[in-house]
């Protein structure tokens, strides 16, 4: 197969790409596969999705339902944040919270608890109420959160089956304003970390681990009060990209003009590259409680750091009880890094990261590029033992069962 991922890092190894149309396709397909994987997206950094055979699910019908009762919306899993969002906001709907960028499937995103911000905002995956999955037997399982297992079936690693159909909770639309400040300084952003990242209802700190911190995106629910200025730095007066020299006609609106959620929490838009979009990511999330131990650590390696960097960017994500979630059971700040496309040398500085950040329990964020192996992941990760016996059960014959998952997370 000649298909790689979206950052070009990874080629896919599957010598099949298969399109079902229908639930009954998806089926066979998977029954009928010695190995198999859903290919989302491709937004992830490593070989999380790859096997021998991959579907794509993005033939299947969208098939967009919402359920005002119930505040939820269900669809077909391939859909992308993006073309979920034009849906609601016309229904005048919303999702709590979302990535960087629209660009990237429910399902794909989920299955890695891909994260926005927030102190009180969960990972995308905690917005999820309902799933429907085809089992490698072919079965077609549906689960609601309160069943037997949900909190483990949610952030799946791609490794219990096909998920064809999400549910998502949604809540009213709401608007939001976004404004950045520019050089807060790194003694305000330690001694004022928490009063920092509650400064918005989605908060982001950029840093090129120079001088200051580079750039504080602050994302406001319409109704709360704006600070005028964030311990000394005003609000920038032109819209901004987070990365040096890109241009900011890729980001969402900034200068405090409100717009919709679906516009105004990702950094960048639908329709635009995002990011860099010549780069590698990895990403650390640590326990809340070191956030600024663990930051501190990864600014004494500045020096190592800075010359791969195009720029790092610091996230809280509330806690959560999916099992196998970085967040579980823990508040936490995800340490990001951008990094240019030099994976060789990146994976020499991760080992610096990696080592750096172990002392706090950093769990790796499954989407992005890590060194860590199975014997240090198992311990961070308390259920573990209860998601491999799940995968046992949903799919005893190990046909989701792919390299990177033995490698990275459940061992031999
Ligand atoms: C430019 C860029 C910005 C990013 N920003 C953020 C960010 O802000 N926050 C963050 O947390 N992450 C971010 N990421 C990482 C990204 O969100 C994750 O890698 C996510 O998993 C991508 O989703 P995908 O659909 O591309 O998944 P893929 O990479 O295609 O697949 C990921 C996993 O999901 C599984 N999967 C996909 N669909 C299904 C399905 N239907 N059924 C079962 N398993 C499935 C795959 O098998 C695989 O295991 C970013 C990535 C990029 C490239």
């Given at each position: 197969m000649t298909h790689a991922n979206w950052a070009g890092n990874h080629r896919y190894r599957a010598d099949r790409l298969h399109r079902p149309a229908t639930l009954e396709q998806v089926q066979e397909i998977v029954s009928r596969a010695p190995q198999v994987r859903v290919l989302g997206s491709r937004h992830s950094f490593n070989a999380i999705a790859d096997s021998g055979e991959l579907l794509s699910l993005d033939a299947l019908p969208a098939d967009v339902i919402v359920d005002?009762?119930?505040?939820?919306?269900?669809?077909?899993?391939?859909?992308?944040?993006?073309?979920?969002?034009?849906?609601?906001?016309?229904?005048?709907l919303a999702l709590h919270n979302l990535a960087s960028l629209p660009h990237i499937s429910v399902a794909g995103a989920v299955a890695?608890?891909?994260?926005?911000?927030?102190?009180?905002?969960?990972?995308?995956?905690?917005?999820?109420?309902?799933?429907?999955?085809?089992?490698?037997?072919?079965?077609?399982?549906?689960?609601?959160?309160?069943?037997?297992?949900?909190?483990?079936?949610?952030?799946g690693l791609g490794a219990l089956g096909a998920v064809t159909r999400v549910t998502l909770d949604v809540e009213p639309a709401y608007e939001v304003r976004q404004r950045v400040f520019e050089g807060v300084g790194w003694e305000a952003l330690f001694d004022h970390l928490d009063e920092i990242m509650a400064s918005g209802y989605s908060v982001s700190v950029f840093s090129l681990w120079g001088e200051t911190s580079h750039q504080v995106w602050v994302k406001s629910r319409y109704a709360d009060p704006v600070r005028p200025d964030l311990f000394g730095a005003r609000a920038a007066t032109t819209d901004l990209h987070p990365i040096t020299g890109h241009d900011p006609v890729n980001c969402t609106q900034q200068l405090g003009v409100p717009g919709p959620w679906s516009d105004r929490l990702?950094?960048?838009?639908?329709?635009?590259?995002?990011?860099?979009?010549?780069?590698?990511?990895?990403?650390?999330?640590?326990p809340r409680a070191h956030a600024v131990a663990a930051i501190g650590a990864v600014r004494g390696l500045a020096d190592a750091v800075r010359p791969l960097l195009q720029v790092t960017e610091i996230r809280t994500v509330a806690a959560d009880r999916l099992w196998m979630s970085p967040q579980y059971g823990r508040d936490t700040v995800g340490i990001h890094f951008t990094w240019k496309r030099e994976q060789d040398a990146v994976e020499r500085v991760l080992v610096d990261v990696e080592a750096a950040l172990e002392p706090f329990g950093a769990r790796p964020h499954w989407g992005k590029l890590f060194l860590a192996g199975a014997e240090a992941i198992g311990p961070l990760y308390e259920r573990l033992p209860d998601f491999a016996r799940l995968a046992g059960r949903l799919d005893p014959r190990g046909a989701f069962r792919n390299p990177w998952l033995i490698e990275r997370v459940v061992g031999s």
């Open positions: 005002r009762a119930a505040a939820t919306v269900s669809f077909g899993a391939a859909l992308r944040y993006g073309e979920l969002a034009a849906v609601l906001d016309a229904e005048g890695t608890a891909t994260h926005g911000s927030g102190d009180a905002n969960g990972n995308l995956a905690t917005a999820v109420a309902g799933l429907e999955i085809v089992t490698s037997s072919g079965e077609v399982v549906r689960a609601s959160r309160g069943d037997a297992d949900f909190n483990g079936l949610v952030v990702p950094h960048f838009r639908m329709g635009f590259t995002p990011s860099s979009g010549d780069e590698l990511q990895s990403e650390y999330l640590v």
